[in-house]
């Protein structure tokens, strides 16, 4: 059980430091992330205390790689839309100069 206050302690930390440290984020990346990783540790400490140690190995490695996918696929970040517009710019700019 203590786990589980201890997960959400740290949810709440790290919450208030994603809204209050200047990172390139959007406002619900900044919410979504530690929400993530509130779900992940919950799901985690779980899977410790109902299965063996090989078997919540396994399911904590495959529970990670669909986290990455999921976050890889998020548009969470401010910068990646305009540096998708610099380059197609910069390209048209170039061309103009020849």
């Not at 740290?10 to 990172?23: E, K, Q, R």
């Not at 399911?59 to 517009?85: C, E, G, S, W, Y």
Request: aromatic share 12%.
């Amino acid at each position: 059980m203590e786990d589980y206050v201890f997960a959400g302690i740290s949810f709440i930390l790290l919450l208030l430091i994603f809204l209050f440290a200047p990172l390139k984020m959007t406002r619900t990346a900044k919410c979504l992330l530690p929400l993530i990783a509130l779900v992940i540790s919950v799901i985690g400490i779980y899977i410790f205390e109902m299965f063996t140690l090989w078997h919540s190995i396994i399911l904590m490695v495959f529970l990670l790689l669909l986290t990455a996918i999921l976050l890889q696929r998020l548009p969470l970040f401010n910068n990646a839309d305009h540096r998708a517009k610099n380059t197609s710019n910069s390209s048209i700019d170039e061309g103009s100069k020849d």
